[in-house]
């Protein structure tokens, strides 16, 4: 699990300080490889047992495990290749190895036994995915309904409960509707899956089930143009999802038989 996953699966448990700390780590990746606990404490402003606290609060061993974590995550003088096709190669590469390695069974099994399926989407690419996500689900029957905005949320959110399940597509996992309404949710106990960018979020931490996407940058042109923001890993994962989702269904029918002839 990378470091943001983790961090968003452990906030609750966070306090203000461990908050700072978090920030600090997650800004300063490439010098949090070689630094010693002692010079992070003083960066923090706190002291070397609050560090220790805090990595034991993500589930790690110590501030030893956070660095390893480090290093296997960012490892030293990573060199991004000038040609920009080399460049997308690799980071096609390497997310797709990321997420077909993931296990989607939490995320299957929460929109197969759901009553009801709503979708949200923060922005205009978030909606093509949202589309395609209908588009996959609908040959499983599985009707997949549109948030159209806030007051469609606030109508559905009267008759929602626990056997609902809603679907938000943000990029930051920061927009003002997805951390209002998924506050909304998680203050009912509904269930929500997020599907945002691999970094801390509000959104993820709110979630009952986080899908993360890697999102780069590749400057193309001259530096003064704007950047290329590669959006397909986002089309990749709900493909694959929805592939390990009908695995998902053949496996519980198979194990449903066998264990009617038992």
Not at 29 to 39: G, P, V, Y
Not at 115 to 138: C, H
Not at 201 to 210: G, I, Q, W
């Amino acid at each position: 699990m990378r470091l943001e996953e983790i961090i968003n699966e452990y906030k609750k448990n966070l306090n203000q300080t461990d908050i700072d700390i978090c920030r600090y780590v997650l800004n300063h990746r490439n010098q949090m490889r070689h630094i010693s606990i002692h010079d992070l404490a003083k960066k923090c402003c706190v002291s070397g047992t609050t560090i220790v606290r805090f990595a034991k609060k993500l589930g790690l061993d110590g501030f030893s495990d956070l660095k390893s974590l480090i290093k296997q995550e960012y490892p030293a003088n990573e060199i991004h290749s000038q040609d920009i096709l080399v460049s997308l190669e690799s980071f096609y590469s390497k997310t797709w190895t990321n997420l077909m390695k993931r296990n989607y069974d939490n995320a299957s099994r929460l929109i197969h036994e759901a009553n009801r399926v709503f979708a949200f989407a923060s922005g205009y690419v978030q909606s093509n995915v949202v589309r395609e996500l209908k588009r996959l689900f609908f040959y499983d029957d599985i009707f997949i309904y549109d948030i159209g905005g806030r007051d469609e949320f606030y109508s559905i959110l009267k008759t929602a409960n626990k056997d609902d399940l809603f679907i938000f597509v943000s990029l930051s996992g920061e927009s003002h509707h997805v951390t209002e309404f998924s506050l909304q949710l998680q203050l009912k106990g509904i269930p929500l899956i997020s599907i945002t960018k691999l970094h801390d979020n509000t959104l993820a931490s709110r979630s009952t089930e986080n899908l993360y996407v890697f999102s780069e940058e590749f400057q193309v042109n001259a530096p003064e143009q704007i950047s290329f923001k590669s959006m397909c890993t986002y089309f990749i994962l709900i493909e694959i999802w929805y592939v390990n989702y009908r695995i998902y269904v053949r496996n519980n029918a198979l194990t449903q038989m066998l264990e009617e002839k038992v």
